[in-house]
């Protein structure tokens, strides 16, 4: 299946850069582009793509007011796509912000055209977290700097099985299914299952969510060792 994709930033080379890159690719489709975050939300409604690149900085609207009206749509609005973040060190806190509204991962501007076809893929496949060890360090940094959330989110690990709890434990330590499955010795589609039942449990959209609700319930720590 053709995986759609559209390219919002306010760069024009950009643009055409990417979308030329993943055009090329016979599984990838660009339908549509923009400059602005207000535009990116525009035309995702109309061509309702598999995948929203997203810049982080941009005029009008800005990256991470477009990803928060895609991915927590008014009623009436079914659509809602994997946004995969464009963003530089230097704008992690904008990136952490945008995991926590429901981004799929975040993306180097800078990185090697075969990592953003990849990423492309590993975020319309479902696999939400892009990178998990560096992503990962990423929002240690940031949850270690701010306070605790109004609600303890320690008290929902409650209603999770201690193996349920155990595997969220390794997806926040960037753990990848396969590398879970043989951590407990059990069967992939086992893991994707507990995977399931935990974000259901936690009303957690994705694996970048589950990420950062370990970090905030303090069942990962910044600093662990993996």
Known sequence: MTIRVIIVDDQAMVRAGFAALLSAQADIDVVGEAPDGRQGVQVSRTAHPDVVLMDVRMPEMDGLTAARELLSPPPGVVHRPKVLMLTTFDIDDYVYEALRAGASGFLLKD??????????????????????????????????????????????????????????????????????????????????????????????????QAVIFAYEAGLVRPGDSD
Do not use: Y
């Open 111 to 208: 990185a090697p055209p075969a990592d953003l076809i990849a990423a492309v893929r590993v975020v319309a496949s479902g696999e939400a977290l892009l990178a998990p060890s560096v992503t990962r360090r990423l929002i240690a940094d940031f949850v270690q700097q701010r306070p605790a959330p109004r609600k303890d989110p320690s008290l929902r690990l409650k209603g999770l099985t201690p193996r349920e709890t155990e595997v969220l434990e390794l997806i926040a330590r960037g753990l990848s299914n396969q590398e879970i499955a043989g951590h407990l010795v059990l069967a992939e589609q086992t893991v994707k299952t507990h995977i399931g039942r935990v974000l259901a449990k936690l009303d957690l959209r994705d694996r970048a």
